[in-house]
């Protein structure tokens, strides 16, 4: 069974673009998490989709948006892109949105901004 | 709330001598908690999970925690540690009857294994 597949696996970006980044969970999982990973601030919780609804949103601002496709493959992107945005961000899937629900990783997507 | 407290930033340890990496949580209800492990440039696998069920939870590779409600903790431990076991590790807690699940992750420990 394939893994969670991310892509692309690095990015290179300019301050004021945007950016967008892909998420193919594991086939029949139905939930999609993203995460941000910085060495300054750890593992930080973007947001959840299940169904194509975004079930649950982390504290970051309006510029971070996503979404979900009927096949369950996810999207995230990022507008205005700015310095402190540079950053590993991990894609997550699992079978339901439940709590105790163990999740999936993807090997992340690595974005830098010049 | 909940949260979440990895109590060492860095453990290093000889190979072939136990593991112990520290972890404590605070939740208002009965929680979900998890070990992950991420080696340089991937993504987190998962170690373990302890759902409710069975304090002491054995995961891959050898690893097993135990929950201790009293304590509030979720202590990893291995007999035995290998060299590939060197990478960083994450304590993570749920909350199983949330509609939307949201995991807070602790910020993590760093193991090395010395030859």
């Known amino acids: 069974k394939a893994g969670v597949t991310q892509t692309p696996r690095y990015l290179i970006k300019t301050r004021g673009q945007q950016v967008t980044l892909s998420c193919s969970p594991i086939s029949g999982h139905r939930s999609v998490s993203w995460y941000q990973q910085t060495p300054g601030q750890g593992l930080q919780f973007l947001f959840e989709y299940f169904s194509e609804t975004q079930r649950n949103k982390g504290n970051f601002p309006g510029r971070f948006s996503g979404r979900q496709f009927s096949n369950s493959r996810s999207e995230m992107n990022v507008s205005t892109l700015e310095l402190g945005d540079s950053a590993l961000y991990l894609c997550a899937s699992s079978l339901w949105a439940g709590g105790n629900q163990p999740q999936h990783f993807g090997d992340g997507t690595r974005l830098s901004i010049l | 709330a909940q949260s979440v407290t990895q109590l060492d930033s860095h453990v290093s340890v000889s190979e072939g001598t136990p593991v112990l990496l520290r972890c404590n949580y605070s939740?208002?209800?009965?929680?979900?908690l998890f070990w992950y492990v991420q080696h340089p440039n991937k993504g987190l696998q998962l170690l373990l999970k302890?759902?409710?069920?069975?304090?002491l939870v054995k995961g891959i590779n050898g690893f097993e925690a135990e929950f201790k409600k009293s304590e509030t903790s979720f202590h990893l431990t291995k007999p035995s540690a290998h060299m590939s076991d060197a990478a960083e590790y994450f304590c993570v807690v749920s909350d199983p009857n949330g509609s939307a699940r949201q995991l807070t992750f602790g910020s993590g420990t760093q193991l090395t294994v010395l030859p």
């Open positions: 302890y759902t409710s069920a069975a304090t």
């Open positions: 939740s208002s209800y009965s929680p979900s």
